[in-house]
């Protein structure tokens, strides 16, 4: 390359006000010297933002890594991805994105005859900077209507619309402020239940972001004269999702309360007056369901931590008549289930990997799918009335591919549609670790590169590696197909990800230990995965980066202010950073019953324990930090990047480190849904090319790696 990396020029950062204010909050006093960047519309905020992305601009755009990793990203993020399928009668909805599109399109093709694939919705006609995302999207059950919603520069603040399928014309019904509407279909495919959110102005100043409720719209209704069904009253945290019995006698409500309890309630669709029966309420688990032929059967970790499923006949609710069909597996977790075909077809995972099983509706005669490697399993859909389910799978190596399971036939799979993948998967090697965190917990963890990288005088030295993780709200992190890390990997970079607490993968107990007032579990697991690393002889110290974005963004940011020293770069990406405050921004309350509330003084104790804003000490060499986030973000408040790159960099100022500490705050762009193609170039171009540089990752001109 023509350019080195330490030659680098990095300038000084914009000068950045301190203007302390002081609270004292539960009894603790607490200066923060930059509440005033809290404010991202004012002309001193907006100024300085302009001139902290300049800076960045001008930094990384000499770092000689950064053309590779934009034309790495541009060729293998463009390559056709197909995946969501969802089966309405004879037709397969599915998502695709082929080369040249910023946005995925919405395809149907039917299953039977030889009929084309037909792109029914195309956001990318919607604008030419492909800043319209198609957020989600609800087929009829006939497969003639769809809702959906449309939503602009990543504020995920949908709006409904409806298209008839056979015409291709878009009805006159639009419906706002409908954010995750979570659309039910009655079955004459005239009418649906849906979710939406107040108007700014129908209630208190903030107040708009909760207080979700659910209606029923009738086709051709003024949505202002929409039945609501439920919410009048309620918590205003709360959020609903429902279901129809298959033949649309029951209607189904789950009542959402956070991610660790929610409340079924039945009662039957057609009298709108009809209160609703609870099933279960108030119990401290979380339960999914689907009825059929008169039975709810239900998926929970009530008194089974890693679930089981149950079947309530909807004559005799109470809990005494439960009927366990499927037991809690000591062994595999169960994440999912559908009906199909009188059948029970169940997701689950073991040590983060997915299986299949297909039971008949008694919980009897077991057998499994067999899927192609390890990997991931998404999106299952099936009909009661149909022999067969669709899903999607994919592994760290296979992109992601589309599968066809007939429910009589054997326990193979056919695949369907096949997204386009250049990377020969044999050269990839990926291999599962198990490692003990602080406290003894045997944590499994991901490590994945370049076949030959290990290979010889590859054992000799450490490596760039770039370690990342999640914990938290119940997620796991399991084995899936991303564009995004193979230039890393190609280049001669680790890529390592942790199972931590605070996930699903080993089932509620797993998830509860990580959350809350046992939140530190996930950063101690985090830092005994580095320590692993270069135990292991993978990396060192000078060769070590994490990377996080959201919740992840929280644990990077933690891990770093506790353990400095472990790490010589950060990429922290649309973060929680002052966890004193932020349940005063957009919709993070609704996150206090994973976090804890700031204004109960036993949650702030350890809130503020490990806050990572409030953790940067003086006298402390961070490592380089690249810190990214987007203005139109509705979920996590900009401002947290901005107030942590603030008090760092003054830090590093004072201490003399050559360590940068950069701020991107991209516009038109929100959390990261429906973003722009391009947009997604630039933001990870941008920070493997600061991890590359920062861990001295040097690139090739050419990559071999392709078929």
């Not at 360590?659 to 516009?667: C, Q, R």
Request: proline share 6%; charged share 25%; net charge negative.
């Amino acid at each position: 390359m023509d350019r080195k990396s330490n030659e680098v020029r990095v300038p000084p950062p914009p000068h950045t006000p301190s203007k302390p204010v002081v609270d004292v909050v539960h009894g603790v006093t607490i200066e923060d010297p930059y509440r005033w960047l809290e404010d991202g519309n004012s002309p001193e905020t907006v100024a300085w933002t302009g001139a902290q992305n300049k800076r960045t601009e001008e930094v990384l755009g000499q770092v000689p890594s950064r053309d590779y990793f934009v034309d790495e990203l541009t060729r293998l993020l463009s390559e056709d991805y197909v995946g969501s399928p969802v089966i309405r009668k004879n037709r397969l909805f599915y998502i695709k994105r082929v080369a040249g599109q910023n946005q995925p399109v919405l395809c149907m093709r039917e299953l039977s005859g030889s009929s084309p694939e037909r792109v029914i919705l195309d956001p990318n006609k919607a604008s030419s900077r492909g800043i319209v995302a198609l957020d989600w999207w609800y087929p009829s059950r006939d497969g003639t209507k769809l809702a959906y919603g449309y939503s602009e520069r990543g504020d995920e603040w949908s709006v409904l619309r409806v298209l008839d399928i056979e015409s291709g014309e878009t009805l006159p019904d639009h419906i706002e402020r409908a954010r995750g509407a979570g659309v039910t279909w009655e079955p004459d495919g005239m009418g649906f239940y849906y979710s939406r959110y107040p108007k700014p102005g129908e209630v208190p100043p903030g107040e708009e972001n909760y207080n979700r409720h659910l209606y029923y719209h009738r086709l051709g209704q003024d949505p202002q004269e929409d039945r609501k069904i439920y919410g009048e009253g309620r918590p205003k945290h709360e959020m609903y999702g429902t279901s129809l019995s298959d033949e649309g006698k029951y209607l189904l409500l789950t009542v959402m309360h956070g991610w660790n309890s929610t409340d079924l309630l039945v009662r039957e669709a057609h009298d709108m007056d009809a209160p609703f029966t609870p099933v279960v309420q108030g119990i401290d688990a979380l339960f999914s369901g689907r009825i059929h032929k008169g039975t709810l059967y239900m998926m929970t970790n009530y008194k089974a931590s890693r679930y089981r499923v149950v079947a309530v006949d909807l004559a005799r609710t109470d809990e005494s008549s439960w009927q366990e069909i499927i037991p809690e597996d000591p062994e595999i977790t169960l994440t999912h289930f559908t009906i199909a075909g009188d059948s029970l077809v169940v997701t689950g995972m073991k040590d983060a990997s997915s299986r299949v099983f297909v039971y008949d509706l008694d919980g009897s005669n077991k057998r499994e799918i067999t899927l192609p490697t390890l990997g991931t399993v998404g999106s299952v859909s099936g009909q009661a009335e149909s022999p067969e389910v669709f899903f999607e799978f994919q592994s760290f190596a296979q992109a992601n591919g589309i599968y066809r399971f007939y429910l009589d036939g054997s326990g193979n799979a056919e695949l369907v549609l096949r997204s386009s993948q250049s990377l020969d998967p044999s050269l990839i090697a990926i291999k599962q670790v198990f490692y003990s965190s602080k406290d003894g917990t045997r944590i499994p963890m991901f490590i994945i590169h370049r076949k030959d990288l290990l290979e010889g005088e590859g054992t000799k030295r450490p490596h760039p590696t770039v370690l990342t993780g999640y914990g938290g709200f119940n997620l796991a992190r399991v084995p899936a197909y991303s564009a995004a890390i193979l230039p890393w990997i190609i280049a001669g970079g680790i890529y390592a990800s942790a199972n931590l607490r605070g996930g699903n993968e080993y089932g509620e107990e797993w998830h509860r230990s990580g959350m809350r007032e046992k939140k530190q579990n996930v950063f101690d697991d985090f830092i005994a995965a580095a320590e692993y690393l270069i135990r292991e002889g993978y990396t060192d110290k000078e060769h070590l980066g994490i990377w996080g974005r959201s919740n992840g963004g929280l644990l990077v940011g933690a891990a770093m202010t506790q353990r400095p020293d472990l790490f010589k770069a950060v990429s922290c990406g649309v973060p929680l950073l002052d966890m004193v405050r932020y349940h005063k921004f957009l919709i993070a309350y609704i996150w206090a019953s994973e976090y804890g509330d700031p204004d109960d003084p036993e949650a702030f104790k350890w809130l503020y324990a490990y806050s990572p804003y409030h953790r940067v000490r003086e006298d402390v060499v961070y490592p380089a930090v690249f810190f990214y986030t987007a203005s139109s973000d509705s979920r996590v408040d900009p401002m947290h990047a901005r107030k942590m790159t603030a008090k760092l960099q003054a830090v590093q100022l004072k201490s003399g480190s050559s360590n940068p500490v950069l701020l991107v705050v991209e516009s038109d762009a929100g959390h990261g849904v429906g973003k722009p193609l391009y947009k997604v170039v630039e933001e990870q171009a941008n920070m493997w090319a600061f991890l590359a540089w920062q861990l001295g990752l040097e690139v090739p001109h050419k990559t071999g790696l392709q078929t």
